[in-house]
């Protein structure tokens, strides 16, 4: 077999591929560079920065490959860094049994009675695809299986997102409170308020707080303002209150004591090992979807995501009076008219049987449906 090009990498025990030119590898080559017995394992992680448009679609993309090799190959579920290991060295003989059009199909259809909405589910059919292309590209899928894949339509499905949760300003006092009561010691305290706080009063989603660095934080004409590494490499800077800044000061003097600030690339937030001992890891989506979580639960709130509590705050400065552009800026929408679309899918106040109950003089008439 030739000396592979620059496009093909090898590690120690694997043999994950970024697609370049027309290499056909194939396990049953005599003179193949991969050591015997060595597993065959293909780098998705590598090879999908090509494909993805942003950081924030790559994790997206390695949650439902994930949950598609669990649901089809028989896997145990992976997050954090063991599912980043596990998209860096995908063995390839599970890949070429479960990835083919019948398969996929059925994966969708499972998606949908679970409820998940058209966009997730065109997302999930995206990363699966995309995979199976990769891997055709570099001869590990034969053509005409990733051609089948790629013709597989996704379920009918409900518009847009999933139906989520819409907070008053009350309960999200509630859950921020909750947020300090469920840690476990100083440092967890004072990470969770830093979390729960700029989650819901600046409406960052759960992947742009997890890639925020203490560099992005700077002052701008005498305001600061956090740099936000948003949606498809988008960039923007928003305001910091002075709750977050007064949680950040705090959190800062236990991340870095003695020091005017932590360095520059280091994460904003970070995990905190149990004893308290604050990691040098930066806190991960996943980590800060547990944490909300739990806050929820504590808080008596029922189930409450993360991206909730950005669509609470949306729905709390509508009814506010806020204009829609200063909304829509904060989001960072393309344009107004797709923070419209966003807050039409808010439960909005529908009062005409309260309405038609007080015209029949019902309201305030107990005595009517008194049978005692």
């Not at 597989?152 to 518009?159: C, H, L, Q, S, Y």
Request: glycine residues 8%; contains cysteine.
């Amino acid at each position: 077999m030739p000396r592979p090009t620059a496009g093909l990498f090898f590690s120690r025990q694997d043999a994950s591929i970024i697609p370049s030119m027309t290499i056909q590898p194939r396990r049953s080559q005599p003179n193949s560079i991969i050591p015997d017995g060595a597993p065959l394992t293909f780098n998705f992680a590598m090879a999908l920065p090509g494909r993805a448009s942003s950081r924030h679609t790559e994790r997206a993309y390695f949650r439902w490959v994930d949950h598609y090799l669990v649901s089809i190959g028989g896997v145990k579920p992976t997050e954090g860094p063991m599912r980043l290991e596990r998209m860096s060295a995908l063995p390839i003989p599970l890949l070429q049994e479960c990835l083919s059009a019948a398969q996929l199909r059925a994966w969708l259809g499972m998606l949908g009675r679970e409820g998940h909405g058209k966009q997730g589910i065109g997302q999930a059919r995206a990363a699966i695809v995309t995979l199976a292309s990769l891997l055709s590209e570099a001869g590990w899928l034969d053509d005409y299986t990733s051609a089948a894949m790629s013709n597989v339509r996704p379920p009918k499905a409900e518009e847009g997102q999933r139906p989520g949760r819409w907070l008053s300003p009350e309960q999200l006092r509630m859950l921020m409170m909750a947020a300090r009561q469920i840690a476990t010691s100083e440092n967890q305290m004072l990470r969770n308020t830093v979390v729960a706080t700029i989650l819901c009063t600046m409406a960052l989603r759960r992947e742009e707080l997890a890639s925020a660095r203490w560099g992005d934080l700077s002052t701008q004409n005498d305001r600061v303002v956090l740099r936000v590494h948003g949606k498809g490499r988008k960039t923007a800077n928003i305001d910091v209150p002075r709750p977050v800044l007064q949680a950040l000061d705090q959190w800062r003097r236990v991340v870095a004591p003695g020091e005017p600030r932590p360095p520059e690339s280091s994460p904003l937030v970070r995990r905190i090992w149990k004893g308290g001992r604050i990691s040098r890891q930066g806190l991960t989506p996943d980590g800060i979807w547990l944490i909300i979580g739990e806050a929820a639960a504590f808080a008596d709130l029922g189930h409450v995501a993360p991206h909730d509590l950005r669509r609470s705050v949306a729905g709390a400065l509508q009814q506010a009076g806020v204009p829609i552009e200063k909304i829509s800026r904060l989001l960072r929408h393309t344009n107004v008219a797709v923070t419209e679309r966003y807050l039409g899918r808010l439960p909005q106040r529908n009062e005409g049987a309260v309405l038609m109950s007080d015209v029949l003089g019902l309201e305030g008439d107990d005595d009517l449906f008194n049978f005692e």
